[in-house]
């Protein structure tokens, strides 16, 4: 048997491979924070290394991933469609229960259409590519999520970029942009790192002046905000504002997909161009009957959503008391601004042995100096959850220097 543990020599494409260290520099020390595995979860407590912990890091925002009925509707109708569609939408992969999300989405949402992507990450990738093209510009927010800038890479269209949720920018950019060409606004609903909700009102108003197209991307708010759980828009009451609306079944909707919602014709054009949905597999039924189901308790038990604006609130509102920079959160997505990497990776480390798992998030997917550890909630965490995640914040705090005693922050960070 060869040994190739002594391999000595390789491709120079592989030299970057090779360069990086820093993971394993990180694993070392005892610090790293990421691809944890779970070994038992019921939502909100979790068993990470044989023990214990608070899930504060989940974006299972409804609490449904371990619901009894959820659980039964994948189960069931494994009997009858079995695991998996083998195949896209396209060929033979749909289903009638494909066509049965795609209508009740749609009605919920309010559009005459819906389409379904395999992950919400294609959703937003295979969407944005297919209809915006070389004759089109795309505005996209600095911040915008990862799917969506790849979306605009692999587009034909021209892609200008405006400073985040700035929207003096935003129409600047656009009273310079070519007159004649296409023009589509693309933006989250809200932010995965911030919590904070776009600036929907003005965008719909610089939209109708230039005559632009408006893309939103509800991942982390349908489901969680808005009338009904409908999402950002619906916040301000611009449903019928916004052109196109994507979302993913994720998070709120305990399962794995997505989906993207307009005018039929604009959808039609997306299913029949998108790659992504042409020439991926299908959501398996499984994960189907999940969101179906998903969607239905979402309506038929708001309790859910009111619980979780009141934990937001709460977790907001402590946390600042304590004297944590919670940046601007809107939402269940409530970021703690540490600062550096590695004490950021420090403060981590203390909370898991505190019982609390939060996520890590350092440059370059925040600026520089701006380490933070952000935090989301459920509706289904209780008040005791709650206030050991708080007790476990300001023991954490105080240690490393972030808040002292008195509920002030003891770093300089915007």
Known sequence: MADTTAKTTYSKVFQKAYDFTKADEIKEMGLYPY???????????VKIEGRDVIMAGSNNYLGLTNDPRTIKAAQDVIKFYGT????????????DLHLELEEKLAVFMNKEACVLFSTGYQTNEG???????????????????????????????????????DMDHLRNL????????????????VFSMSGTLAKIPEMVQIKNEFGAGLYLDDAHAVGVIGEGGRGSASVFGLMDDVDL????????????GGFLVGDRTVIEYIRHKSPAHIFSASMPPAN??????????????PWRLQRLEEISTYMRTNLKELGFNVWSSQTPIIPVVIGEMMKCFQFWKDLFEEGV?????????VPRGQALVRTSYMATHTDEHLDRILDAFRTVGIKHGIIDKNGK??????
């Open 35 to 45: 691809f944890k595995p779970l070994q038992a979860t019921d939502g909100t407590i």
């Open 84 to 95: 998996g569609c083998t195949g896209s939408r396209y060929l033979n992969g749909t289903l």
């Open 127 to 165: 969407s944005i590519q297919t209809i915006a093209d070389r004759n089109d510009i795309i505005f996209s927010d600095k911040d915008n999520h990862a799917c969506i800038v790849v979306g605009t890479q692999v587009s034909n269209a021209k892609t200008v970029r405006y400073r985040h949720n």
């Open 174 to 189: 656009l009273a310079k942009a070519d007159p004649d060409a296409g023009k589509i606004i693309v933006s989250d609903g």
């Open 245 to 256: 609306i994507s979302g993913t079944f994720s998070k709120s909707f305990a399962s794995l």
């Open 288 to 301: 189907v009957a999940t969101v179906l189901k998903s969607l239905e308790i979402l309506q038929e038990e």
């Open 357 to 365: 798992y939060v996520n890590a998030v350092v440059p370059p997917a």
């Open 409 to 414: 922050s003891l770093i300089d960070v915007e």
